[in-house]
C-alpha cells in the first residue's frame, strides 16, 4: 500500500518501486493499492501482477491521509482470497508490516523544530493527524514495523514503547549498476569540463526541503571557508525542487552569488554525482536520505550529519558531524577535504561501504520477514479455528 506509486521519483516512491517490481521479478503474486498509479506502460514489463487505485480526497492531507487509510484498510480486509502479507509504505492504520520511512513523526516535529514552536505545530490539524496515526500503529502488538535506520528504531523503542521484537531493521537500497556505470562517469566529467572547468572543488546538494535539509548551514560554512593555499574556492551545486528564491537572495547577501548555483530539478542525480568532488547533507532530520547511498556507490566524499539514518551504514565512508547549528563544524569538514587524494580515499571507502547494498538483497531480506510473518500467525489461527470452526471457512492462501 502506497499513496503514490510512481517511476522515476524519489524517496518512498522510489522504495516502493524498487521493492514491488523485485518482488514480482522474484515470483511473488504482488499487489499495489495506490490512490495514483502509473500507466502499464510506465509500468514496465515486470509490472506487480494487479494495480488496485482507490480514490480519496487530494485538497487537504489531513483528509487524504485518514481517507486513503480507511479505504485501503477496507479494500485489503474484503480480498478474497486474503492477502498473506499486508505492507505499507504510508501512514495507514492496518497492516502487517507498516514501514516507518519518515521515521516518529514526534521525533521529526522535535529536531525539526524544537522547543515552543514544535509543540505549537503539533496542535495543527496535519500534525494531529499523522501523530495519531502513527501512535495506533506503534502500540498494536501485531503489526511490525520496517526501519531503515537504529536512528528511527532507537526513537521508537525509546520514546514510543515499540518492543524491539517488532522492529525490521533493513536499510534502503541502491541501484549500483546505475550510480557507478562508465556512461554516468563519461557524462559527468563532459558536463564538468562545460560547467565549471577550473580547478575550484564543487560540492553538491541534493535535497529537497532545504531548510530540513541544511542548507543554511552549508552557506554559512561556505562564507567561513577560508581560500585553499593554491586560491582555490569550494563552490555548490544545488539540485532540488524547493524555490530558490529566497535561498538565492541569501547566497546574494553573503556575498556568494558566484559560488553558488541553483539547479532546479534533476533527474540525471547519476551524472552529477560523476561532476563533483562531493556531497555534504547537513541534515536536522533525515530517518534514510537515500543520496547518501547513491552518492557513495558513485564513490563521491560525503559530509552528513548523524541525523541522517543512511550515514550508519557507511562504516567510516563519510565524515559524519555533530547535529548542531554551529556551521564552523562543517567550514572545518569541508576544508579537511580539500586534498583530493582524501577525497579520493574517503569516496573509494564509501563506495567499498554500500557495495551489498542493492535491492536484490534488500527484496530477499523482505521475504524473508514476509514467511516470517506468515508463520507467526498460523499458531495462533489454529488456535482460534480449534475453538470456533466456522472461522476456517473463507481463508485465503
Known amino acids: 500500500m502506497i499513496e503514490r506509486f510512481a517511476s522515476n521519483a524519489g524517496g518512498v516512491e522510489n522504495v516502493a518501486w524498487q521493492v514491488a517490481h523485485g518482488l514480482a521479478r522474484a515470483g511473488e503474486d504482488v499487489t499495489v493499492v495506490a490512490r495514483e498509479l502509473p500507466s502499464r506502460m510506465e509500468a514496465g514489463p515486470q509490472v506487480p501482477s ?215 530539478p534533476r533527474s540525471d542525480l547519476e551524472v552529477l554525482y560523476h561532476a563533483v568532488d562531493g556531497m555534504v547533507l547537513p541534515t536536522r532530520y533525515d530517518p534514510f536520505a537515500n543520496v547518501t547511498l547513491e552518492a557513495a556507490a558513485a564513490g563521491l566524499p560525503i559530509v552528513t550529519t548523524r541525523a541522517n539514518g543512511a550515514a550508519e551504514w557507511l562504516d567510516g565512508g563519510c565524515r559524519v558531524l555533530a547535529d548542531d547549528e554551529d556551521p564552523r563544524s562543517l567550514a572545518a569538514a569541508l576544508e579537511a577535504l580539500a586534498d583530493p587524494a582524501k577525497r579520493s580515499a574517503l569516496g573509494a571507502r564509501a563506495r567499498l561501504a554500500v557495495a551489498g547494498l542493492d535491492w536484490q538483497s534488500h527484496v530477499e531480506a523482505l521475504r524473508d520477514a514476509y514467511r516470517r510473518i506468515v508463520a507467526d500467525r498460523r499458531p495462533l489461527a489454529g488456535r482460534r479455528e480449534a475453538a470456533d470452526p466456522r472461522r476456517a471457512q473463507g481463508r485465503g492462501r
Open 50 to 264: 494487479m494495480l488496485r487505485r482507490v480514490a480519496v480526497p487530494r485538497f487537504w492531507q489531513p483528509l487524504r491521509v485518514l481517507a486513503f487509510s480507511h479505504v485501503v484498510g477496507r479494500r485489503v480486509r474484503a480480498a478474497t482470497p486474503r492477502f498473506d502479507v499486508v505492507h505499507s509504505f504510508s501512514r495507514t492504520r492496518h497492516q502487517d508490516l507498516y514501514r516507518a520511512g519518515g521515521g516518529s513523526h514526534a521525533d521529526f516535529l522535535e529536531r525539526t523544530h524544537p522547543g515552543a514552536g514544535g509543540r505549537l505545530r503539533s496542535l495543527s490539524p496535519r500534525h494531529r493527524t499523522l501523530l495519531a496515526l502513527e501512535r495506533r500503529v506503534f502500540a498494536d502488538p501485531d503489526q511490525r514495523i520496517q526501519c531503515a535506520s537504529q536512528l528511527v528504531a532507537r526513537r521508537l523503542t525509546e520514546e514510543q514503547g515499540v518492543d524491539p521484537d517488532r522492529i525490521l531493521l533493513l536499510p534502503n537500497g541502491v541501484d549500483l549498476d546505475r550510480y557507478a556505470s562508465s556512461s554516468a562517469r563519461d557524462a559527468g566529467r563532459m558536463l564538468r569540463l562545460r560547467e565549471a572547468p577550473g580547478p575550484d572543488p564543487v560540492w553538491l546538494f541534493p535535497a529537497s526541503g532545504w531548510h530540513r535539509k541544511g542548507l543554511d548551514r552549508v552557506l554559512a560554512a561556505l562564507v567561513r571557508l577560508r581560500e585553499h593555499r593554491r586560491g582555490h574556492r569550494p563552490r555548490l551545486w544545488i539540485a532540488g525542487r524547493d524555490d530558490p528564491a529566497s535561498w538565492r537572495r541569501r547566497a546574494d547577501r553573503l556575498g556568494l552569488e558566484d559560488r553558488v548555483r541553483f539547479l532546479g
